[in-house]
């Protein structure tokens, strides 16, 4: 049975738009994580409203997972379907950054703040298993990846539950969750793996999935006035839950589902009317996220090698890394990751590579966190 209709059909603009404030913010926040922890000085305020961007991601995968399986449900076939076009859009970027930053640790690493790691952490972090750091961090050598650990695991569990129709596969899917949770605060493991996939963050992924079935259902109108309240009302409830010590799944996903609403809630007038420089930055997300603690990184020292007065400097070095990373994150979407997917996504009869019009579902039902 199929459950969407052009009714129901996501506001894809919008969704785009969300995407690139999440990953701007997780942008921002790391850049000004980097300019204190650089300087040895404390942060003015605190930064989990900006990098709780992520949570935005994990929300937004869990709709737009939902949404993209419509007719999926119940075929055989599917998991491997499904796996390939999640796969091609996550990992070629990802082992390309990773590789990076081996290489940059190999040879670079006296340019680099934390450089422990080793072969099996290494290893992990190609094949998206959690493992600790030599420090006891667990992480992977790209440390940004930590987010992509877990969307591997919920599409892998997803996939499994698209051999089944839907309202079995979901029931699947939240119960699995949920036991998984519960295993896990009942018998704390000591398997990594476990210890890492068993964080209440995972609801967030179901919290998503929620809110697509009340959207399917109408239960979210368009309306101007309800959009701009619940996004105002998400920043101000992530503002508030910073120096709480809430779970974040609470403290992040309350307000990334609040700020979805919105993107939901916009009338499509106005989400045709997006303008195409943010559709562009929401499309660049996952270069953006990808790439910016290159270019954080690459500004630091950059501004130690030069005298900056100190009353403008944490001023032009967010101005500078915004305007950097940003830049550096369409280029790499442009030049690399497009024709990377056009490349891989080509059609085996024909051997042509797959159009921009055909990448650009996969683009937009991905959502990497930060």
Same mark, same amino acid.
């Given at each position: 049975?199929?459950?969407?209709?052009?009714?129901?059909?996501?506001?894809?603009?919008?969704?785009?738009?969300?995407?690139?404030?999440?990953?701007?913010?997780?942008?921002?926040?790391?850049?000004?994580?980097? +300019?204190?922890?650089?300087?040895?000085?404390?942060?003015?305020?605190?930064?989990?409203?900006?990098?709780?961007?992520?949570?935005?991601?994990?929300?937004?995968?869990?709709?737009?997972?939902?949404?993209?399986?419509?007719?999926?449900?119940?075929?055989?076939?599917?998991?491997?379907?499904?796996?390939?076009?999640?796969?091609?859009?996550?990992?070629?970027?990802?082992?390309?950054?990773?590789?990076?930053?081996?290489?940059?640790?190999?040879?670079?690493?006296?340019?680099?703040?934390?450089?422990? @790691?080793?072969?099996?952490?290494?290893?992990?972090?190609?094949?998206?298993?959690?493992?600790?750091?030599?420090?006891?961090?667990?992480?992977?050598?790209?440390?940004?990846?930590?987010?992509?650990?877990?969307?591997? +695991?919920?599409?892998?569990? @997803?996939?499994?539950?698209?051999?089944?129709?839907?309202?079995?596969?979901?029931?699947?899917?939240?119960?699995? @969750?949920? *036991?998984?949770?519960? +295993?896990?605060?009942?018998?704390?493991?000591?398997?990594?793996?476990?210890?890492?996939?068993?964080?209440?963050?995972?609801?967030?992924?179901?919290?998503?999935?929620?809110?697509?079935?009340?959207?399917?259902?109408?239960?979210?109108?368009?309306?101007? *006035?309800?959009?701009?309240?619940? +996004?105002?009302?998400?920043?101000?409830?992530?503002?508030?839950?910073?120096?709480?010590?809430?779970?974040?799944? %609470?403290?992040?996903?309350?307000?990334?589902?609040?700020?979805?609403?919105?993107?939901?809630?916009?009338?499509?007038?106005?989400?045709?009317?997006?303008?195409?420089?943010?559709?562009?930055?929401?499309?660049?997300?996952?270069?953006?996220?990808?790439?910016?603690?290159?270019?954080?990184?690459?500004?630091?020292?950059? @501004?130690?090698?030069?005298?900056?007065?100190?009353?403008?400097?944490?001023?032009?070095?967010?101005?500078?890394?915004?305007?950097?990373?940003?830049?550096?994150?369409?280029? %790499?979407?442009?030049?690399?990751?497009?024709?990377?997917?056009?490349?891989?996504?080509?059609?085996?009869?024909?051997?042509?590579?797959?159009?921009?019009?055909?990448?650009?579902?996969?683009?937009?039902?991905?959502?990497?966190?930060?």
């Amino acid at each position: 049975m199929q459950h969407s209709s052009t009714a129901t059909r996501p506001k894809i603009n919008a969704l785009q738009a969300l995407r690139a404030y999440a990953a701007l913010s997780v942008m921002l926040g790391h850049g000004i994580l980097e +300019f204190h922890a650089t300087k040895g000085t404390a942060m003015p305020f605190n930064e989990f409203p900006l990098v709780a961007g992520v949570d935005i991601f994990f929300v937004l995968s869990g709709f737009v997972m939902f949404h993209t399986s419509t007719g999926l449900w119940g075929d055989k076939r599917a998991p491997l379907r499904f796996w390939r076009r999640r796969f091609i859009r996550l990992v070629p970027l990802y082992w390309l950054f990773t590789s990076l930053m081996v290489a940059t640790l190999l040879l670079l690493s006296r340019h680099v703040r934390s450089t422990e @790691f080793d072969l099996w952490n290494v290893l992990s972090s190609y094949l998206f298993i959690p493992s600790e750091r030599p420090g006891g961090r667990i992480a992977p050598v790209l440390s940004l990846g930590w987010t992509l650990n877990y969307e591997i +695991f919920f599409y892998c569990l @997803f996939g499994l539950c698209l051999r089944f129709d839907r309202r079995r596969g979901l029931s699947l899917l939240i119960g699995g @969750f949920c *036991a998984l949770l519960a +295993f896990t605060a009942i018998f704390p493991p000591t398997f990594t793996p476990l210890r890492f996939w068993g964080n209440s963050i995972i609801l967030e992924f179901v919290a998503g999935i929620g809110l697509g079935l009340a959207y399917e259902q109408g239960r979210l109108r368009p309306s101007l *006035a309800l959009a701009c309240g619940l +996004f105002l009302l998400g920043g101000c409830l992530l503002v508030a839950a910073g120096d709480t010590d809430l779970p974040r799944v %609470i403290k992040g996903g309350i307000p990334a589902c609040l700020m979805l609403c919105a993107a939901l809630a916009l009338p499509a007038r106005l989400d045709r009317a997006m303008p195409r420089p943010l559709i562009l930055l929401g499309d660049s997300s996952y270069a953006l996220y990808l790439s910016h603690r290159f270019v954080l990184r690459s500004v630091t020292l950059l @501004f130690g090698a030069i005298a900056i007065p100190a009353g403008v400097e944490a001023y032009l070095y967010v101005a500078t890394t915004l305007a950097g990373a940003v830049l550096l994150s369409i280029l %790499i979407y442009t030049y690399v990751e497009a024709p990377m997917l056009r490349l891989l996504l080509r059609r085996p009869r024909d051997a042509q590579p797959a159009s921009a019009s055909s990448i650009r579902p996969i683009l937009q039902a991905d959502s990497p966190p930060c």
